[in-house]
C-alpha cells in the first residue's frame, strides 16, 4: 500500500472529484476545504471549472479533520473537495476494502464513522426546501420499488435449488436497468442488515435484541417519543408519516432509529410515526446494548452506515439539482434508460412460462410483479401531475 504523504493545494485546486473511484481519504492540517456536489447526469463529462460552479455543501476548516470516509465506504467520492484557498492535507491512501477491515477490527471506529454519517444525513436533510423534500419522497419510493424487484429476484433464484430453467429465466432480469438500480441503492445491505438481526436475537447465550410481532396498523413508535431503540424491520413493510402524509416505506433489512440512538441528546427523540402497512415482524435492539452489538456483529454497523451514507449522498443530489430537483428524479427513474415496467412485465412472462411448463410455484410472485407494477405506474403519475402543477 502506499505510504501517507502531505500536499499543498492551491486556490480551487480539486482533490478528489465526485463518482471517482474513492481509493484516498484527506486530513486537512491548514487552510480551508469546499464539498461540492453536482448532479450525477453532469459528472461524467465535467471538468474542474464546472466542479467548482456546483453546489457547496461545508467549509472546512478544522486541523485534523478526515475527510473522504463516506467515499472509502462505498468505494465511489460522492462529493468533490475543492481548495478554497492555499490548503494543507494529509493524502491517506484507504480503499473499501481497508475501511471494512477498520470497521472490523474496531468498534469504537466503526461507531464514529456511523455518527459522522448519522449527523451528515440530518444536517444534509435539513438543508433541502420544500421541493426538494417532495422530490425526496419520490426518488425513496421509485428507488425502492427497484430494491423490492431486486428481493423477489433473489428470492426466487434461493427457492429455485440450482433448477437451470428457473435460474435461465432470471438471467435477463438480472442484467436488467431495474435489478441494476436497485442492486447499487440499499439492496445489499438491507439484506446483510436482516440477517444480522436474525443471528443477534436468535444467539441463546446472550440476546441482545428481541423481536416484536405488528399487525397491520400498529404503531412502532410516535413522533416525539424518546430515541432509546434502534428497530430494524425482519418482514413486512413498515410506512414514515407525519400527520396524514407518507414520507417514506422501510423494507426488510432497513432501520429506524439508529440516527437517535447514535446521536443522543442531538437528536433525542423521534421525527415521525412509525406505523406497520402489513403484519410485521421487528427486531428491536436497545440503545444502550447497539454498541455492544455493533462490536459482536460488525456486519450490522458496516451496513447501518452504508444505508446513511446512501441517504445522505440521495439528498446531496437533490440539493444539487436545487432548482429542478423533481425534474431529476424524473430524469433518473422515466427516461428512456429506465425500463422498470418492461423488466418486470419480461419476468412475469418468464415465470408464466415455467408455470405453465413445469407448474412451479410462482403464482405468489407474479402477483407481487403484478402489483410491483401497479405502484410504479401510480408513483409516475403523481410525479408527472407534480411538475405539471410547478
Known sequence: MRAA???EFGENEVLCKQGTKADRIFILKHGTLRSVVIPDRDIENADDARILRGRDLNLHMENDLMLGIEGALLGKFTESLVAAETTTAIEVPLDNRSVLNMITEDSEFGLSLARFLARKLVAANRALGGAQREAARFMRELQ??????????????????GEGDVLGALKAAQASWTYRTGEVGSSEPTKNTSTTMHRAVEDKEEIIGTQHRLNKGDLLCRRGDPGKSVYILVSGRLSVRVGQEVYG???????????SVLLGEEEPKRAADVQAEEPSVVGCVPGEMFPQLAKTQPKLLINTSKLLAIRAQNMQQLMADSDGALRAVEAKFMSPNSTFVADVTALTQALGSLIDKHDYPLHMEQEQLTRLGERWSRKCDELNARINRA
Do not use: K, Q, W
Open 5 to 7: 504523504f502531505i500536499r
Open 144 to 161: 425502492g420499488l427497484c430494491t423490492d424487484f431486486v428481493e423477489i429476484v433473489r428470492r426466487i433464484e434461493e427457492d429455485a435449488g
Open 249 to 259: 416505506i422501510v423494507r426488510p433489512g432497513e432501520t429506524v432509529g439508529e440516527i
